[in-house]
């Protein structure tokens, strides 16, 4: 699942679950609205989120690409060591700044 929160200052993208082929169907969904909402800063929060596959990969380079390329911050948080090595490999973590200082609360 893939969910929104907008504040004044930061749009929040959290992921439950995995980001995969499954959720595929919603990427389009997603980016739009964010689209729409045209966040100056996005926080991407991977606390609940175990697996990210190329596709889920590439759905955030996306969004990324999007925010960075209209002249604002995109901030990976929560994300496990594998789900970082993914990124990497997939060329994702040059798109966000990774908060490495975060702490996800327990759910």
Do not use: K, N, W
Not at 36 to 64: H, I, K, N, Q
Not at 82 to 95: P, Y
């Amino acid at each position: 699942m893939i969910e929104i929160s907008v504040s004044a200052a930061t749009t929040t993208l959290a992921v439950v679950g995995d980001l995969d082929l499954s959720e595929r169907d919603r990427f389009q969904d997603v980016s739009a609205r964010l689209d729409d909402v045209r966040p100056g800063r996005l926080v991407v929060d991977l606390c609940r989120t175990e697996f990210v596959d190329s596709s889920g990969a590439a759905f955030l380079m996306s969004v990324g690409d999007d925010v960075v390329r209209d002249g604002g911050e995109a901030v990976l948080r929560g994300a496990s060591d594998e789900v970082l090595f993914v990124l990497e490999i997939c060329g994702a973590l040059t798109l966000f700044q990774v908060d490495r200082g975060h702490r996800c609360s327990d759910a």
